[in-house]
T-cell receptor, first 112, second 109 residues
Framework: IAGITQAPTSQILAAGRRMTLRCTQD?????MYWYRQDLGLGLRLIHY???????GKGEVPDGYSVSRANTDDFPLTLASAVPSQTSVYFC???????????FGEGSRLTVL | GQNIDQPTEMTATEGAIVQINCTYQ??????LFWYQQHAGEAPTFLSY????GLEEKGRFSSFLSRSKGYSYLLLKELQMKDSASYLC??????????FGAGTTVTVRA
């Protein structure tokens, strides 16, 4: 089934640990995004990539890094997790920077 | 960045009409989107406006006034399955998409 796959679906992590959330899409979309969703705050953009090989910072990039080595994959890394990074993380993609976003099913991360 | 405001909650009766307003301030504008999100699920695309006016898609319509920084989503003939959160999102001059906090709509029988 075409779409966006995120892994893991859910994870509990000790503070200070390194964690990578994986995101893969098979729609050959150029643009990809990482958002976090917290109650009352909505979706906030962490990092984005308009095309393979380029990345940009969103609204809340601190503590996170991304890479876009190819069109399909856009991993999000937390170098040293902190409790405030407890959230639901959504990866999304769009055909072009102007297009609608398609979302993955989300990764629920709890940092203790 | 963007400042996107929408009501937190709305309640309506099955079969009725509900209008969800969204106001925004943005540096540059490249379109306004509405998404639907059921509890525990990913957001799904509902509508897109880039020019002023009304876009109709079945029971859902979306309106945009760029000069007023205003949009609304109109849900007609409400059904129980329409109970969800509705997210207003604005694409800025750098093509980044920012979301409002969402409006939770509860449909009652």
């Amino acid at each position: 089934i075409a779409g966006i796959t995120q892994a893991p679906t859910s994870q509990i992590l000790a503070a200070g640990r390194r964690m990578t959330l994986r995101c893969t899409q098979d729609m050959r979309h150029n643009a990809m995004y990482w958002y976090r969703q917290d109650l009352g705050l909505g979706l906030r953009l962490i990092h984005y990539s308009n095309t393979a090989g380029t990345t940009g910072k969103g609204e809340v990039p601190d503590g996170y890094s991304v890479s876009r080595a190819n069109t399909d994959d856009f991993p999000l890394t937390l170098a040293s997790a902190v409790p405030s990074q407890t959230s639901v993380y959504f990866c999304a993609s769009s055909k072009a920077a102007t297009g609608e976003l398609f979302f993955g099913e989300g990764s629920r991360l709890t940092v203790l | 960045g963007q400042n996107i405001d929408q009501p937190t909650e709305m309640t309506a009766t099955e079969g009725a009409i509900v209008q969800i307003n969204c106001t925004y301030q943005t540096s540059g504008f490249n379109g306004l989107f509405w998404y639907q999100q059921h509890a525990g699920e990913a957001p799904t695309f509902l509508s897109y406006n880039v020019l002023d006016g009304l876009e109709e898609k079945g029971r859902f319509s979306s309106f945009l006034s760029r000069s007023k920084g205003y949009s609304y989503l109109l849900l007609k003939e409400l059904q129980m399955k329409d109970s969800a959160s509705y997210l207003c999102a604005v694409r800025d001059g750098d093509y980044k998409l920012s979301f409002g906090a969402g409006t939770t709509v509860t449909v009652r029988a």
